[in-house]
């Protein structure tokens, strides 16, 4: 059976060497000034990256000439599309009049009025520029405002890549523990204190969650999660695990973080407002900047004021060169104004009928996978058990996940590394069915290989 898969891959990887032979060149001379050759480890894939010409609507063309139906949306942030006109727009008419400046203009206030008004958790907020920094300050807020150190996050969940939320993000089978707390570093020469700082907790398990919170609480400041975990394929926590995380943080004082950085998109109010459970903090990024750098970070009054500097409370400088820069805001005010319940419940649907569809065609062939995501976020999983977590997560075979993404590229299909990712307004049930036509044949072609 491995022998079959590897040659399928094998198959299928030569294709994807011949149609991007100017992608190996220009890749070839990238890695002489940048390690890897690029600058970002997302944008990796095996063996190279193809390299873009230009991107419009629901495609990205590259330099060899293949055109790529995009269900990365550069990590879910291209709700509207590549190279949206009312975004261009935007971006021309504000380049016009300068890109930055050190003091602060309207766009600011703009879309800072349109979180302030969609989210529940959120009475203030303020800008960064990515997400990685949204969930640092968020944290630092929680410290400040709750005088405790610790924090906790859950095992396999991604917040960014600043030391206290890179424990147990991608630990390896072989380096977990028994139990999820103390952590797994994620990088070397972490400082071994990070470890005694970051309680790591299981998801979907409330005794055990429960034990954990409860034996730290005088030392917790806070808890970050995300609602639906970009990291397992989309999934969203259940539901009673969500309510009994608020009700225990806020019985114990635990400022409650949602990382809604990607499942902001779910709804007006994100995944929050879709699950009717409002935490004390929200981070942000994605499609809030319209496709530019962006992050964003707010939640109750009290624990903002904390950055207020005509504040009696004011304990926390919040710098930043481009926080809140002025192509960024008008970016996203554009994007935001052009998001109302209708885009919702229209992706949502479509991307119902997306997992529905997948689901039938694995069920079809008898091929073990599981289709995970809320929404307009999907997942493809080669895995036979349920996934509540990260433990039955990495279970997920990696082959078959390999072979999968590698076809689908080669066929036009552009997918997240693990088969994950999302749809933007302007795509239908004819790009569904190219999609769901061109994984049922690849899958007939995995389970054949199987089954010799």
């Not at 479509?350 to 599981?370: A, P």
Request: aromatic share 8%; proline share 4%; glycine share 8%.
């Amino acid at each position: 059976m491995q022998k079959e898969l590897n040659n399928l891959l094998d198959h299928e990887t030569k294709k994807y060497l011949e149609k991007t032979k100017s992608s190996l060149i220009k890749h070839k001379a990238a890695t002489e000034v940048m390690p890897g050759g690029n600058t970002r480890t997302t944008q990796w894939m095996d063996p190279y990256p193809f390299f873009v010409d230009k991107a419009e609507g629901m495609y990205i063309h590259d330099i060899d000439g293949n055109s790529y139906l995009d269900f990365m949306l550069n990590a879910t942030t291209l709700i509207l599309g590549h190279a949206n006109p009312k975004i261009v727009n935007a971006l021309t008419s504000q380049v016009g009049e300068g890109t930055v400046y050190s003091v602060p203009t309207d766009g600011q206030t703009k879309l800072a009025d349109i979180l302030v008004d969609r989210i529940p958790s959120m009475d203030k907020v303020r800008f960064t520029n990515s997400g990685t920094e949204a969930t640092m300050m968020a944290i630092m807020a929680s410290r400040s405002f709750t005088k405790k150190t610790k924090i906790a996050k859950f095992e396999g969940g991604y917040h960014g890549t600043h030391d206290h939320v890179s424990v147990s993000v991608y630990p390896k089978k072989s380096d977990l523990n028994p139990e999820t707390h103390p952590g797994v570093p994620e990088y070397s020469f972490q400082p071994p204190s990070i470890l005694e700082d970051v309680i790591v907790l299981p998801y979907n398990n409330i005794d055990k969650s429960k034990e954990l919170i409860t034996k730290y609480k005088d030392d917790l400041s806070c808890i970050i999660m995300e609602p639906i975990i970009s990291n397992f394929g989309y999934l969203p926590l259940d539901l009673d695990f969500i309510k009994f995380i608020r009700d225990i943080t806020e019985e114990l004082g635990i400022v409650l973080i949602f990382d809604e950085i990607q499942s902001f998109r779910v709804s007006r109010g994100g995944a929050q407002e879709s699950f009717n459970i409002t935490p004390d903090m929200t981070t942000l990024g994605k499609i809030i900047g319209g496709g530019l750098p962006v992050g964003a970070f707010g939640g109750k009054e009290e624990i903002m004021e904390l950055f207020d500097p005509t504040s009696d409370k004011y304990d926390i400088a919040h710098a930043g060169t481009f926080n809140g820069n002025p192509l960024t805001m008008e970016a996203g005010v554009a994007v935001m104004s052009n998001l109302n319940q209708k885009e919702f419940d229209q992706m949502n649907a479509l991307g119902e009928k997306l997992r529905h569809k997948l689901r039938s065609v694995f069920d079809e062939i008898n091929l073990g996978v599981q289709v995970t995501g809320y929404g307009s976020l999907f997942g493809i999983n080669f895995n036979n058990q349920k996934i509540v977590d990260y433990r039955t997560f990495i279970e997920n075979d990696s082959g078959m996940t390999k072979i999968l993404f590698t076809y689908l590229r080669n066929n036009g299909v552009l997918l997240q590394l693990k088969n994950a990712g999302a749809l933007n307004v302007l795509m239908s049930e004819k790009e569904m069915d190219y999609f769901v036509d061109k994984t049922r044949e690849i899958s007939t072609q995995i389970k054949d290989s199987i089954n010799e």
